[in-house]
């Protein structure tokens, strides 16, 4: 009778951990919310008792999305290696989305921002920061990827601090439009592989474009005309989720880039291009109301929320090749 009775209290007790594994799970899930990118700076500055310089607002940006994919509920989720985290694939595509824009931006803000010209040196700072965010991402031994990213984003706030510093003449944020438009060239490259791989939860026969546009181009191997693209059953939540932790800091980084580059975006008369890009990346944030990402074909019964998505991602992707183009104009 003392061994069933054993039995059955192991029983319920292993039931009550994976319940409080998939309530805690549940809430690690939830995806963190937008925050106001010029309060961030001005209360920053405010503590730090300097002025908000040109530079300042895109660097806390930076520093405040990376810092949240530390520090929501939860931690750092995508290199766990023990439950309930190690059973979350939603969550940890997210936090891989926002950190390739966080890598984009912290690459651009190395080379180009930082840089008044291609043979000028390099800020020691973001030189210290932009390898370290470029750990693998599931790094969990030492280095770990999350110690990495800590240390990058300290970098950050000595970068950010120096740059807000009159007396530092070596740390400058330079907001022109060349720079600006060499930015966007890879944001777009970015949310165009997004729109591709959202689409292609529908399976559909793509044309071999590659070499299209020029008689004379090669490449190294040979490539079928064709191929039929489809999103794997399984990748389709993480393909979505993906692309939502990406637009979700590029929102920010794009609110940024309105106060660090508004006298530029103004002569260019682009200001209102960009708050449209901003409002489709606002769109892609909309709450998730089904508990699954439902896959449906086209217009079929079911409803696809990948293609939704990729929607909104193209609308976006394509004012952004309108204002790089507006940057380009004189």
Same mark, same amino acid.
């Not at 039995?7 to 594994?21: E, G, H, R």
């Not at 008044?116 to 800020?123: K, L």
């Given at each position: 009778?003392?061994? &069933?009775?054993?039995?059955?209290?192991?029983?319920?007790? *292993?039931?009550?951990? $994976?319940?409080?594994?998939?309530?805690?799970? *549940?809430?690690?899930?939830?995806?963190?919310?937008?925050?106001?990118?010029?309060?961030?700076?001005?209360?920053?500055?405010? *503590?730090?008792?300097?002025?908000?310089?040109?530079?300042?607002?895109?660097?806390?940006?930076?520093?405040?999305?990376?810092?949240?994919?530390?520090?929501?509920?939860?931690?750092?989720?995508?290199?766990?290696?023990?439950?309930?985290?190690?059973?979350?694939?939603?969550?940890?595509?997210?936090?891989?989305?926002?950190?390739?824009?966080?890598?984009?931006?912290?690459?651009?803000?190395?080379?180009?921002?930082?840089?008044?010209?291609?043979?000028?040196?390099?800020? &020691?700072?973001?030189?210290?920061?932009?390898?370290?965010?470029?750990?693998?991402?599931?790094?969990?031994?030492?280095?770990?990827?999350?110690?990495?990213?800590?240390?990058?984003?300290?970098?950050?706030?000595?970068?950010?601090?120096?740059?807000?510093?009159?007396?530092?003449?070596?740390?400058?944020?330079?907001?022109?439009?060349?720079?600006?438009?060499?930015?966007?060239?890879?944001?777009?490259?970015?949310?165009?592989?997004?729109?591709?791989?959202?689409?292609?939860?529908?399976?559909?026969?793509?044309?071999?474009?590659?070499?299209?546009?020029?008689?004379?181009?090669?490449?190294?191997?040979?490539?079928?005309?064709?191929? $039929?693209?489809?999103?794997?059953?399984?990748?389709?939540?993480?393909?979505?989720?993906?692309?939502?932790?990406?637009?979700?800091?590029?929102?920010?980084?794009?609110?940024? $880039?309105? *106060?660090?580059?508004?006298?530029?975006?103004?002569?260019?008369?682009?200001?209102?291009?960009?708050?449209?890009? $901003?409002?489709?990346?606002?769109?892609?944030?909309?709450?998730?109301?089904?508990?699954?990402?439902?896959?449906?074909?086209?217009?079929?019964?079911?409803?696809?929320?990948?293609?939704?998505?990729?929607?909104?991602?193209?609308?976006?992707?394509?004012?952004?090749?309108?204002?790089?183009?507006?940057?380009?104009?004189?």
């Amino acid at each position: 009778m003392a061994l &069933k009775f054993s039995a059955k209290s192991v029983t319920l007790s *292993v039931a009550v951990i $994976i319940f409080l594994f998939y309530l805690l799970g *549940v809430f690690w899930s939830f995806e963190p919310d937008t925050f106001d990118v010029r309060e961030a700076a001005l209360t920053d500055a405010k *503590v730090a008792n300097v002025k908000p310089v040109v530079g300042y607002t895109t660097t806390t940006a930076t520093i405040k999305v990376a810092e949240t994919i530390l520090n929501k509920p939860g931690g750092y989720l995508a290199n766990d290696i023990t439950p309930p985290s190690v059973l979350l694939d939603n969550i940890p595509a997210w936090e891989f989305g926002a950190l390739e824009m966080v890598r984009d931006m912290s690459l651009s803000m190395r080379q180009l921002f930082s840089r008044s010209q291609s043979q000028s040196q390099e800020n &020691k700072y973001l030189k210290a920061a932009q390898p370290k965010f470029n750990i693998g991402h599931l790094n969990w031994a030492i280095p770990s990827a999350e110690g990495e990213y800590a240390s990058a984003i300290e970098d950050l706030y000595s970068y950010r601090k120096a740059l807000a510093d009159p007396l530092v003449q070596d740390a400058q944020f330079y907001a022109r439009a060349d720079n600006l438009r060499d930015y966007l060239r890879e944001v777009e490259k970015r949310l165009g592989s997004y729109s591709q791989r959202l689409s292609a939860s529908v399976g559909r026969n793509q044309l071999n474009t590659d070499l299209a546009g020029d008689k004379v181009a090669q490449q190294s191997t040979y490539s079928a005309s064709s191929v $039929i693209v489809k999103t794997s059953w399984w990748k389709i939540d993480d393909v979505f989720y993906e692309s939502r932790g990406a637009c979700w800091a590029l929102l920010h980084m794009l609110q940024a $880039i309105e *106060v660090d580059f508004a006298d530029v975006l103004e002569n260019k008369n682009a200001t209102v291009s960009v708050s449209q890009i $901003i409002r489709e990346l606002e769109a892609t944030q909309q709450t998730v109301w089904s508990p699954l990402i439902l896959n449906g074909n086209g217009f079929g019964f079911v409803a696809n929320h990948s293609l939704v998505m990729a929607n909104y991602i193209s609308r976006a992707n394509a004012a952004l090749i309108d204002l790089r183009e507006l940057l380009s104009q004189g």
